[in-house]
């Protein structure tokens, strides 16, 4: 971990999983016992910005709930991977249609069903309550825990690795 902030500067893309990265690993269940998944605004305006300076972000979750993907394609994500069974696959699809190598992606995953993918790229980070296995195998661990602004970290220390976090286009946007 100890070259984290250098190897930043290598990466051209973001990829994250949705349950314990993009929203919490505990929610309340609905009606048909279904978790009702949450969504960080920090996370959002961070996706969004990385998105609006030419950065391919993905999102690849073995879950399937229409609105999530309903809310990251608002924020501009194009590549919503849902219901995966196989993240790897998901992540050589993204690469194809990107052109970007594995080795300049940035993966945030949180449990066992993420060790493979990261395992494929550059970059493999997480969120503080992420479980051991993949703590292990992660370059950095987020001082913030999944779906409470993990990815907002991520993303910012990238940016500002390359020196594009804080521009005046930015004092522009609202929050996601």
């Not at 978790?35 to 300076?53: E, H, Q, S, W, Y």
């Not at 069974?85 to 300049?104: P, S």
């Not at 993949?134 to 999944?146: N, R």
Request: aromatic share 10%.
């Amino acid at each position: 971990m100890s070259f984290f902030k250098e190897e930043l500067k290598n990466v051209k893309a973001f990829v994250f999983d949705v349950d314990g990265v993009l929203s919490k690993d505990t929610s309340p269940l609905n009606e048909n016992g279904d978790p009702v998944r949450t969504a960080n605004v920090k996370d959002g305006f961070a996706i969004r910005n990385a998105i609006d300076l030419g950065y391919p972000v993905a999102v690849i979750t073995g879950g399937f709930v229409e609105r999530v993907r309903l809310r990251y394609e608002k924020i501009g994500v194009k590549y919503y991977y849902d219901n995966s069974r196989d993240k790897v696959d998901c992540l050589n699809d993204f690469l194809k249609k990107t052109g970007v190598k594995a080795e300049n992606v940035l993966f945030m995953g949180d449990d066992l069903v993420d060790y493979s993918v990261m395992q494929k790229v550059g970059i493999p980070v997480c969120p503080n309550d992420a479980v051991n296995e993949i703590k292990e195998i992660s370059k950095y661990v987020s001082h913030k825990s999944g779906g409470e602004g993990c990815v907002r970290d991520v993303i910012e220390q990238t940016l500002r690795s390359q020196d594009k976090w804080f521009t005046n286009e930015m004092l522009h946007k609202k929050a996601f």
